[in-house]
C-alpha cells in the first residue's frame, strides 16, 4: 500500500494543500474517524507546548490513540539506529511523527517507513505551522489570493514553510531580513515557482510590511541558538515589529507570531497584545491544522 509522508509544504500540491484547509474546518463527525482503534507514534527531540497539545487532540479527534516518546527514550543513532526505530514503530501505528533537531532524520525515516511520516518541526520545515498560518490568514483575511503576506526577521524553518504555504494560494510574499540570516535566491525563485503572485526581500523593514495584509515574525533566538542570543540581539535590533510598524500596513491587517514569543524583542508588547494580534487563534488553529493534515494523510476527503 502506498502512502504520502508530510515533511515540507511542498509535499502536497497547492490543490491538496487547499483540501487539507477544508479538512481542518470540517466537522469532526464528519471524518468518519479515520484513526479508530490506530496508534500514532510522536517523537519529540524538542520539548513542545502548542505541538504536543494540538497533534495529541487532533489524533484522538479522530478516533486514534497517540503515544508520547521523548527523544531520550528512542536515541537516535545512539540507542538504535534511525530506520530500526522506524521500522519497529511502523508495525504498531498508522502514522510517525517527530519533532526533531536536524531534518536528516526525517528523510532517513520516510526513506523506509511503510507508514506516513510528518514533520511536527525541524531545523529546516515547520508545515504544520504554516498550515495553521495560512488557514487564520485566510479565517481573518478571506481569499488569500493576491493578498500580502510579510515576514520579518530570521529567515528560519517557520518562515521557509510559511513562504511555501503561502505561494502556493497565490499571495504576495515581503521578507524583512538582516543579511546573512535572509533567504538564498534559489528559494525565492522556488517560491515562484510554487505559485506566489510575487517575492520580495528587503534589510528595510518598513518596506517590506508597506501594505502588508499579514505580519509574522518569530523568535530571533530559536532552541539550540542560544549561544548565539546576545549576538543575533545586536543584529535583529532594528526588526522589531512595533505600533509604528504596523500602522504601514493595510489599515485592517492582522499581527501573527508562532510562539514562543519574547515581548520587547522581536515584537512590542502593545502589537502582540493589542487588537490587531492573532496568535491565540493561531495557536488553536494547530490543533485544526494537524487534524487535516493526519485526515488527508488517511485518506479522507473534504
Known amino acids: 500500500m502506498t502512502h504520502r509522508n508530510f515533511l515540507h509544504i511542498y509535499d502536497v500540491s497547492a490543490h491538496e494543500l487547499g483540501e487539507i484547509l477544508a479538512l481542518a474546518q470540517t466537522p469532526i463527525d464528519q471524518l468518519g474517524y479515520p484513526l479508530r482503534g490506530a496508534g500514532v507514534a510522536m517523537i519529540f527531540e524538542k520539548p ?3 505541538t504536543r497539545h494540538s ?48 531534518h536528516g532524520v526525517l528523510l532517513r525515516m520516510a526513506a523506509v517507513s511503510s507508514i506516513p511520516v510528518v514533520n511536527m ?16 490568514m485566510q479565517q481573518s483575511l478571506g481569499d488569500l489570493s493576491g ?47 510554487l505559485g506566489a503572485a510575487s517575492i520580495e526581500q528587503y534589510r528595510d523593514v518598513s518596506i517590506a510590511v508597506q501594505g502588508a495584509h499579514a505580519v509574522h515574525t518569530d523568535t530571533w533566538t530559536s532552541m539550540g541558538q542560544e549561544s548565539e542570543s546576545a ?36 515584537v512590542a508588547d502593545s502589537v502582540i497584545d493589542g487588537p490587531q494580534s492573532m496568535i491565540y487563534p493561531q495557536a488553536h488553529n494547530r490543533m485544526h491544522a494537524a487534524r487535516g493534515v493526519l485526515a488527508f494523510l488517511m485518506g479522507v476527503s473534504a
Open 147 to 193: 493578498k500580502t503576506v510579510s515576514y520579518v526577521g530570521d529567515f528560519n524553518n517557520v518562515a521557509r514553510s510559511l513562504c511555501e504555504a503561502s505561494a502556493m494560494l497565490g499571495m504576495h510574499i515581503r521578507l524583512g531580513c538582516p543579511e546573512g540570516y535572509d533567504a538564498h535566491d534559489n528559494e525565492l525563485l522556488g517560491f515562484t515557482e
Open 231 to 266: 549576538e543575533r540581539e545586536a543584529i535583529f535590533g532594528g526588526y522589531q515589529i512595533t505600533d509604528a510598524m504596523m500602522s504601514l500596513a493595510d489599515p485592517k491587517a492582522i499581527f501573527m507570531h508562532c510562539l514562543p514569543a519574547h515581548r520587547g524583542q522581536e
Open 55 to 102: 497533534m495529541e487532540m487532533a489524533v484522538v479527534q479522530l478516533g486514534g490513540h497517540p503515544v508520547y516518546t521523548r527523544g531520550e527514550e528512542v536515541g537516535f543513532d545512539v540507542r538504535e539506529s534511525v530506520e530500526d526505530i522506524t521500522q519497529v514503530m511502523a508495525g504498531y501505528h498508522s502514522l510517525l511523527c517527530a519533532r526533531v533537531f536536524d
Open 121 to 136: 518541526l525541524s531545523d529546516f520545515a515547520h508545515p504544520l505551522q504554516a498550515v495553521a498560518d495560512v488557514l487564520t
Open 48 to 50: 513542545s507546548n502548542r
